[in-house]
C-alpha cells in the first residue's frame, strides 16, 4: 500500500496530538505548534489530492485491523481531499490574518487554549471531510460544536458569552436531531457505515414498511445540519456569534465550521440516503424554498445593518441560501454549483472578515460606518482586500463569485418549476448584493478631511498584508481557473456515491 | 423502688447516654460539630441596584425595547412557539416509532452480521470477555478517542469560562470555598475518611477489569472523579491540592491522552497497512490480557476522573 494512503488519517491524528500537547504549553509555543501544524497538515492534504486525482477512484483506510462494518474507515476520493485542502488553506490564512489582534482580544493565560480550539477543530473538520461512518461523523459534530462555542467565548464579555450560549442551544438542538436521525438510521438498516447504509435503504424502502421513518430519518437529518450551518429561519444565533467573536474565529467559523456541516449533508444526500431517494422526498423542496428565502431576508438584514461585521455576518445567511438552492435543485448541476459555492464563499467571507478588522482598526475600533469613512485610504491593503471579497459576492467576472452565479444561472434552466423562482430570486439577491457591499465599498473609498483617527491595532503588519493577497490570489485562482475547478468537482461526484 | 447503682454511678454508664440521646435531652454533637444557624437573607442595596441599573440599561441600551417591535412581539411568540415546537417534534417521534421494527424480534434488521461478528468472535479477537469493552476500544477504537478528544475540549471550554487568575483565586478562594456549610464537618470528614480509600480502590478495580467484567475507563473514572470531588468537599481545596494540584492535573491528563494517542495511532496504521500487530492478546479472563484494551482503559480512566475534579472545582471555584 502507497505510503500516501495513511496521510488524511495520519493528518487527523496529528490535530488531535498537538491540541492535547498544546494544552500544557505557554500560548506563544501553541501559537508556534499550531503554525507548523497548518503547514505540514496542508502538505499532506496536497499530496493525499494529487494521488486520488491520480488514482481516479477512492481508496478505503481501515482504521485498526477490522475492515469495515466491524470497525471505523476512512474513505477518501478527489472531492473529500480537495475539500479538506481547502479547509486546511483556509484555517491557515484565516488564523495568520488574526493573529496580532488576537493579543488585544484574549487574555493571555487563555491563549493557548484558543489554539487547542483551533487545532481540535480543524481536526474536526478534516474527520468530517474523509469518514465513512456515520457515528465517527456525530462524534466529530460534537468536537466541532464544543470547539465552536469556545471559539466565540473566548473574547469575553457579554455579546460574545449571550451569543455563544445561544449557538450551544440551537447547535445542540441540530445535534440532537441528527442524533436521532442516526438512530433512525441505524434501526431500520442496521448499520452505521454509510455505503452499507444506502443498500439498507433500498432495502428498507422495497419493503414498503419502513417508507414513514425514511421520510422522518431524511427530515431530521437535513434539518439538524440546517441548523448548524444556519440555513435561512435557523441563523437567529449567527450575527452575534460572527460579529463580536474574534476576528480569526469570526473567519474560521463563517468560512469552515458551516461549510464543514454542508459537507456532511452532500455526503449523507449521495452516500448515506441516496441520491434518487433523496430527491424524491419532498424535504428538497422545502430546502429549496428556505434556501431562496435565507437569499432575499439575509441579504435585507444585511442592507439594514449600521455594523459592518454584522453587516458581512447577514451577508453570510443570504450566501449559506445560495448553497441550500443549489442542494435544493435535486440535480447533478445544482449539486456541484452548491459544492464550488463553498469553496468561494469560504475564500471570500473569511477575506472580507479580516479586510474588516483592518478597516475598523484605522477608524479607532469603531465598526459603524460613519467612522469607517475613507478607511480604504488609510489602511491600503484592507481596503483593497474588502474590495474584492466585495466584487467577488456581488459577482463580477474574473473572481470567484461570478463563476458560482453563473454556475447557479446554468443549472436552474435545466429545471422545471423551479427554474423560475430560482432565477428571478438569484437576480433579486445580486442586486440586493450590490447595494449593500458597493455602498461599503463606496463608503470606505470617500475622502474625508479630518483623518484624526487614532489607530488602535496593527497598521501595516507584513504579516497582515501577505495574507490579504494570499486570500485575493485564492479569489482569483477560483475565478480564472474555474474549468479545471468544475471539472474536479464533476470527478469528484463521480466516485462520491 | 430500690436501685443497684446510685444516680452518680448510673449517669456514666452507656445506656444513661443512650436513653438521654433518644429522648432527645442531650445531643452528643453539640460542641462538637461545627454549626453555625443559617444567617437571615440581607440583600445587598447597593449591589442590587446596580443590577436593576444594569438590566434597565440593557433592555434600553442595547434591544431598546420601546422602539423594537421585532423584540416585543418576538417575546411574545417565544413561548407559544417553543411549546408548540417540542410537542410537534415529540409527536412525529412518537409516530415515528410506532413504524420501527419491533423491539427484540428475530427479523430485525439490527440483527445482522456486524452484531453476529461482535458477540460470536469478539473475545477470540479482541482478547476480551466484555464485549461492550471490545466493541468500543478495539473493533471501533476511533469512535472512542474522538468520544475522549469531546471530554478533553469540554474542559478546555468551561476553563476559558470559568478560570480564575491565580491572584483573583487566592483573594477569593474562602469566599468561593466555603460559602453555606461548616468548615471542618465532623460527619463528612468521618464518612470521607472511610469512604474516599474504598472509591479510589473500587475505582482502580473498575478500569483494571474493564476487560473481564462490566465497566472501564468511562465508568471507572467517573468512579475515582467522585471519589476525588468526596475528599474536595470534606477536606477543603487545600488539603487536595497537596496531591492533585494543576500541576499533577496537566501532566496527569496530557500524558493519559498522548499515551492513548500513541497506543490509538500505533493500532489504526498498523492495523491499515497490514503490518503485524506486536500486542499479545494474552488469556481471555486475565487480568493482563485483552492487548490495547487494558493500557486504554488505564488513560480513559485518568482522563475522566480528572474532567470530573476539574468540572468540580473549576464550578466550585474557578481553579484546579
Not at chain 1, 458569552?161 to 438498516?189: H, K, P, Q
Not at chain 2, 479482541?126 to 469493552?133: E, M, P, Q, R
Not at chain 2, 494517542?261 to 506486536?278: D, E, K, M, Q, R
Request: hydrophobic letters at 50%; proline letters at 2%.
Amino acid at each position: 500500500m502507497d505510503v500516501i494512503r495513511n496521510f488524511p488519517a495520519v493528518s487527523i491524528l496529528m490535530c488531535i496530538f498537538a491540541g492535547i500537547i498544546s494544552s500544557g504549553l505557554k500560548g506563544k509555543a501553541a501559537r508556534k505548534v499550531n503554525a507548523v501544524l497548518m503547514c505540514i497538515v496542508t502538505v499532506l492534504n496536497l499530496a493525499t489530492l494529487m494521488y486520488t486525482i491520480e488514482l481516479k477512484t477512492y481508496f478505503v483506510y481501515v482504521m485498526g485491523m477490522f475492515p469495515a462494518p466491524w470497525g471505523n474507515e476512512l474513505r477518501v476520493s478527489v472531492m473529500e481531499a480537495s475539500m479538506a485542502l481547502f479547509f486546511c488553506i483556509v484555517m491557515m490564512l484565516s488564523v495568520a490574518g488574526g493573529i496580532k489582534k488576537l493579543g488585544d482580544e484574549v487574555a493571555d493565560d487563555k491563549l493557548h487554549l484558543y489554539y487547542v480550539l483551533m487545532d481540535l477543530l480543524l481536526s474536526s473538520l478534516l474527520a468530517l471531510c474523509y469518514t465513512n461512518d456515520l457515528f465517527t461523523a456525530y462524534v466529530f459534530i460534537e468536537i466541532n460544536t464544543i470547539a465552536a462555542c469556545g471559539l466565540i467565548m473566548i473574547r469575553q464579555n457579554g455579546r460574545t458569552i449571550e451569543a455563544a450560549v445561544r449557538y450551544m442551544v440551537m447547535s445542540l438542538l441540530g445535534s440532537g436531531m441528527i442524533l436521532l436521525g442516526i438512530c433512525i438510521t441505524y434501526d431500520i438498516t442496521g448499520h452505521l457505515l454509510m455505503s452499507n447504509i444506502k443498500e439498507g435503504m433500498v432495502r428498507a424502502l422495497e419493503g414498503g414498511e419502513y417508507a414513514i421513518p425514511v421520510l422522518v430519518t431524511i427530515t431530521l437529518l437535513s434539518v439538524g445540519l440546517a441548523i448548524k450551518s444556519a440555513l435561512f429561519p435557523f441563523h437567529a444565533w449567527l450575527p452575534d456569534a460572527y460579529g463580536y467573536s474574534t476576528v480569526s474565529s469570526a473567519a474560521v467559523l463563517s468560512s469552515l465550521v458551516s461549510k464543514g456541516y454542508i459537507f456532511l449533508l452532500f455526503k449523507i444526500i449521495y452516500r448515506v440516503i441516496g441520491f434518487d431517494i433523496y430527491c424524491d422526498s419532498r424535504i428538497i423542496d422545502v430546502l429549496f424554498i428556505f434556501g431562496l428565502m435565507g437569499m432575499i431576508f439575509g441579504s435585507t438584514s444585511a442592507i439594514r445593518e449600521n455594523d459592518i461585521r454584522r453587516m458581512i455576518a447577514y451577508s453570510s445567511v443570504a450566501q449559506i441560501g445560495y448553497i441550500y438552492m443549489g442542494i435544493g435543485m435535486g440535480t447533478e448541476f445544482g449539486m456541484t454549483a452548491g459544492i464550488f459555492h463553498i469553496f468561494t464563499h469560504g475564500a471570500t467571507k473569511s477575506l472580507l472578515f479580516i479586510a474588516a478588522i483592518g478597516l475598523t482598526d484605522v477608524s479607532g475600533g469603531s465598526r459603524k460606518f460613519i467612522e469607517i469613512t475613507g478607511a480604504g485610504y488609510r489602511h491600503k491593503w484592507a481596503g483593497i482586500g474588502f474590495t474584492v471579497g466585495a466584487l467577488s459576492m456581488v459577482g463580477i467576472p474574473l473572481f470567484a463569485g461570478f463563476i458560482s452565479k453563473l454556475l447557479f444561472a446554468e443549472a436552474s434552466l435545466s429545471l422545471g418549476y423551479k427554474a423560475l423562482p430560482a432565477l428571478i430570486v438569484l437576480g433579486i439577491s445580486t442586486i440586493l448584493n450590490a447595494i449593500y457591499f458597493m455602498k461599503t465599498v463606496i463608503r470606505i473609498y470617500t475622502p474625508v478631511e479630518n483623518s484624526g483617527y487614532e489607530t488602535v491595532g496593527f497598521k501595516n503588519g507584513r504579516l497582515y498584508t501577505v495574507v490579504i493577497i494570499a486570500f485575493i490570489v485564492l479569489n482569483v485562482v477560483l475565478g480564472v481557473a474555474s474549468d479545471r475547478i468544475v471539472d474536479l468537482i464533476h470527478m469528484g461526484l463521480a466516485v462520491f456515491a | 423502688m430500690s436501685r443497684r447503682k446510685t444516680d452518680a454511678e448510673y449517669s456514666k454508664t452507656f445506656a444513661f447516654k443512650f436513653f438521654r440521646w433518644l429522648s432527645g435531652t442531650k445531643d452528643p454533637y453539640v460542641n462538637t460539630v461545627e454549626m453555625t444557624p443559617q444567617k437571615e437573607y440581607k440583600p445587598d442595596k447597593e449591589r442590587m441596584k446596580w443590577l436593576e441599573f444594569e438590566e434597565k440599561e440593557a433592555k434600553e441600551k442595547v434591544y431598546d425595547l420601546d422602539n423594537n417591535r421585532v423584540i416585543k412581539s418576538y417575546e411574545k411568540m417565544y413561548h407559544a412557539v417553543a411549546v408548540i415546537f417540542c410537542v410537534a417534534l415529540a409527536l412525529l417521534l412518537l409516530y415515528t416509532v410506532s413504524y420501527l421494527p419491533r423491539y427484540g424480534s428475530e427479523d430485525r434488521p439490527t440483527n445482522n452480521e456486524v452484531a453476529e461478528r461482535y458477540i460470536e468472535q469478539g473475545m477470540e479477537e479482541t482478547g476480551a470477555v466484555n464485549v461492550v469493552t471490545g466493541m468500543i476500544l478495539t473493533y471501533r477504537a476511533f469512535d472512542t478517542f474522538g468520544e475522549t478528544n469531546v471530554l478533553f475540549i469540554a474542559t478546555c471550554c468551561v476553563m476559558i469560562m470559568l478560570m480564575l487568575e491565580e491572584s483573583v483565586l487566592e483573594s477569593t478562594e474562602i469566599f468561593n470555598e466555603r460559602r453555606y456549610e461548616p468548615k471542618n464537618d465532623r460527619i463528612l470528614q468521618g464518612a470521607a475518611y472511610v469512604l474516599c480509600p474504598v472509591i479510589f480502590i473500587f475505582g482502580i478495580y473498575v478500569i483494571l477489569n474493564g476487560q473481564i467484567s462490566p465497566g472501564g475507563g468511562f465508568s471507572g473514572g467517573s468512579i475515582m472523579g467522585a471519589g476525588l470531588i468526596l475528599y474536595a468537599t470534606a477536606f477543603s481545596f487545600k488539603n487536595t491540592e497537596r496531591f492533585f494540584n494543576e500541576k499533577v492535573y496537566k501532566v496527569a491528563k496530557i500524558t493519559a491522552l498522548i499515551m492513548y494517542g500513541l497506543i490509538g495511532s500505533y493500532f489504526y496504521i498498523t492495523g491499515a497497512n497490514g503490518i503485524a500487530n506486536h500486542i499479545p492478546l494474552g488469556i481471555p479472563g486475565h487480568i493482563l490480557s485483552a492487548g490495547i484494551i487494558l493500557p486504554i482503559d488505564i488513560c480513559v480512566g485518568i482522563e475522566v476522573a480528572c474532567t470530573m475534579y476539574a468540572f468540580y472545582a473549576l464550578f466550585r471555584r474557578g481553579g484546579l
